[in-house]
């Protein structure tokens, strides 16, 4: 059974930093694809980033580019979300998911396994 659990969301001030990460169970990250999402009240969940270890490949959102990083630790079998240069829009619950194939799929749809998510809250 595949289970993914999210932690380190908080509350922080604009222009801080966050490190999320993603326990993962079950199966092995590099064989999937691994990805970041988040959702506010009311919209559509958003991709952040995804990566794959198998292909090599990386993917962000436009909205995080240049400030978010993605990576994996096959050992302990997590993945992180390194968020830096926070800005209150970035406020939203973080989810992380994975699916086998490409990284390169940013549609919630298309991912097979989720986390439970965890609140990030960015606010002075």
């Known amino acids: 059974q595949v289970q993914l659990e999210e932690s380190g969301g908080g509350l922080v001030q604009p222009g801080g930093s966050l490190r999320l990460s993603c326990a993962v169970s079950?199966?092995?990250?590099?064989?999937?694809?691994m990805g970041w999402f988040r959702q506010t009240p009311g919209k559509a969940r958003e991709f952040v980033a995804s990566?794959?270890?198998?292909?090599?490949?990386?993917y962000y959102g436009d909205p995080v580019k240049g400030r978010f990083s993605i990576s994996g630790d096959n050992a302990e079998n997590t993945v992180y979300l390194q968020m830096n240069s926070l800005k209150p829009e970035d406020t939203a619950v973080y989810y992380c998911?994975?699916?086998?194939?490409?990284?390169?799929?940013?549609?919630?749809?298309?991912?097979?396994?989720w986390g439970q998510g965890t609140q990030v809250t960015v606010s002075s």
């Open positions: 990566f794959s270890w198998r292909r090599g490949d990386t």
């Open positions: 079950g199966v092995p990250i590099n064989n999937y694809a």
């Open positions: 998911a994975a699916r086998t194939g490409s990284a390169s799929r940013i549609s919630p749809a298309e991912y097979d396994y």
